[in-house]
């Protein structure tokens, strides 16, 4: 039976020796020498069954297919828009994928969608030479209407979202607000001035506290404190 020497959730560094045997695998963040298991990165360390992976403390988005993210058009061509997606690279937005209705050729495509509008967008591809396709051919894709943007870590996404979305929906209960979270690391929420304060705090309390443990409950108290409210955990680990 292969041991594991770091403790779940703890801070590890690169080169830091994480588990022996042949009984654990690695993951993301961590790599296979022999019989060990070592970290890559500084990060925080994760134990998925027997899956042994490191959680980078910070980093950029790196765009992959079958995301879904926020981005702002931040160019029109003839026949697509560029946009900001929070990366080193930007996307690409054609007229087939932009929307269910037919947009005849030479249409002035600031009708749809502007400059530094924010859309709601999926990736489709990712090329070896960084070009990215996305799509806004799917449900719940949008274009974002009023409301706030605000950045946070990518690497906190999944914490933010919860599992099976229950962190975020509990704040879209608590607050009222209409909140949409992309995978490249921008948050789109909307609602009245003083319940966007609320969520727009609890978001950045769970990006900077995500790695210590009953998370949920201090955001549950949190967000009890600030609306005077009771509120349920739904399916969230504590």
Same mark, same amino acid.
């Given at each position: 039976?292969?041991?594991?020497?770091?403790?779940?959730?703890? !801070?590890?560094?690169?080169?830091?020796?994480?588990?022996?045997?042949?009984?654990?695998?690695? /993951?993301?963040?961590?790599?296979?020498?022999?019989?060990?298991? #070592?970290?890559?990165?500084?990060?925080?360390? #994760?134990?998925?069954?027997?899956?042994?992976?490191?959680?980078?403390?910070?980093?950029? #988005?790196?765009?992959?297919?079958?995301?879904?993210?926020?981005?702002?058009? !931040?160019? !029109?061509?003839?026949?697509?828009?560029?946009?900001?997606?929070?990366?080193?690279?930007?996307?690409?937005?054609?007229?087939?994928?932009?929307?269910?209705?037919?947009?005849?050729?030479?249409?002035?495509?600031?009708?749809? #969608?502007?400059?530094?509008?924010?859309?709601?967008?999926?990736?489709?591809?990712?090329?070896?030479?960084?070009?990215?396709?996305?799509?806004?051919?799917?449900?719940?894709?949008?274009?974002?209407?009023?409301?706030?943007?605000?950045?946070?870590?990518?690497?906190?996404?999944?914490?933010?979202? /919860?599992?099976?979305?229950?962190?975020?929906?509990?704040?879209?209960?608590?607050?009222?607000?209409?909140?949409?979270?992309?995978?490249?690391?921008?948050?789109?929420?909307?609602?009245?001035?003083?319940?966007?304060?609320?969520?727009?705090?609890?978001?950045?309390?769970?990006?900077?506290?995500?790695? !210590?443990?009953?998370?949920?409950?201090?955001?549950?108290?949190?967000?009890?404190?600030?609306?005077?409210?009771?509120?349920?955990?739904?399916?969230?680990?504590?």
């Amino acid at each position: 039976m292969g041991d594991i020497l770091a403790e779940a959730k703890s !801070i590890v560094v690169p080169g830091e020796l994480l588990a022996k045997g042949m009984d654990n695998l690695p /993951g993301s963040g961590s790599y296979r020498d022999e019989d060990n298991i #070592y970290s890559s990165r500084l990060g925080v360390l #994760y134990i998925d069954g027997r899956t042994i992976k490191v959680i980078p403390l910070s980093g950029v #988005y790196i765009p992959k297919p079958g995301d879904t993210i926020i981005g702002k058009v !931040i160019d !029109i061509t003839m026949g697509s828009w560029r946009l900001d997606i929070n990366c080193a690279y930007t996307a690409m937005l054609s007229v087939k994928d932009a929307t269910s209705d037919y947009i005849p050729k030479g249409e002035d495509l600031t009708k749809y #969608y502007n400059l530094d509008d924010y859309i709601v967008c999926k990736i489709t591809n990712v090329t070896s030479q960084n070009l990215i396709d996305v799509t806004m051919r799917e449900r719940g894709l949008k274009k974002l209407n009023e409301g706030r943007i605000f950045k946070v870590n990518t690497n906190k996404v999944p914490r933010i979202i /919860g599992k099976r979305g229950s962190m975020v929906t509990m704040i879209k209960n608590a607050t009222g607000c209409r909140i949409t979270v992309g995978q490249n690391g921008l948050v789109w929420l909307q609602g009245d001035v003083e319940s966007e304060f609320i969520a727009m705090d609890a978001i950045k309390k769970i990006e900077r506290e995500s790695h !210590i443990s009953g998370l949920t409950n201090r955001i549950k108290a949190f967000l009890e404190e600030k609306t005077g409210n009771k509120i349920e955990i739904q399916g969230e680990r504590k």
